[in-house]
């Protein structure tokens, strides 16, 4: 039995161990700042690596693995209303986002103290939209316009 597959490639499942959060801070912070320029997941996993080695004197697990991971985080944050397309008036370029208020809301908990342990406790069901939003205590939202 393989792993379920999209039109265009596998979909990867996540580990059980739950989210790497420092990469989902990433790619919500670099949509937010993206206006003009592309958003490149991939490049963006490279960038934390190189850091993480910069500070831990070590690449944080395999660099394939986390440039995939990347790409995978980018399609469920769009596919759970956590970014959507930027709009060309706010600097979309047609590959860039933008944070929607359940993005800000996802930034906001991972840099809050205790925000990462509150996701971790729901498992890979952190970032389903009804218990992201039971859990942040907000109703479901569409877009915030928010950039």
């Known amino acids: 039995m393989g792993k379920p ?4 490639r596998p979909v990867r499942e996540e580990p059980t161990m739950g989210y790497d959060w420092d ?4 790619l919500l912070q670099r949509a937010r700042d993206c206006a003009g320029v592309n958003f490149t ?4 996993a490279e960038e934390l690596a190189r ?4 500070r831990e004197g070590r690449i944080p697990g395999d660099m394939d693995d986390m440039r995939l991971r990347a790409a995978d985080y980018e399609a469920l944050l769009l596919e759970g209303g956590f970014i959507e397309p930027r ?4 600097g979309g370029t047609g590959e860039n986002f933008m944070p929607t208020q359940r993005g800000v809301r996802l930034l ?12 971790d406790e729901q498992g ?3 970032l ?3 218990v992201f939003d039971g859990l942040s205590g907000t109703r479901p939202v569409a877009s915030s316009g928010l950039g």
Do not use: C, I
């Open 108 to 119: 906001e908990m991972l840099q809050q103290p205790n925000g990462r342990a509150l996701l």
């Open 87 to 90: 709009p060309q008036a706010l």
């Open 51 to 54: 850091e993480k080695e910069e």
């Open 41 to 44: 997941p991939r490049a963006y």
């Open 5 to 8: 597959q999209t039109a265009d």
């Open 23 to 26: 990469l989902m801070e990433r």
């Open 124 to 126: 890979n069901n952190a």
């Open 128 to 130: 389903t939209p009804e």
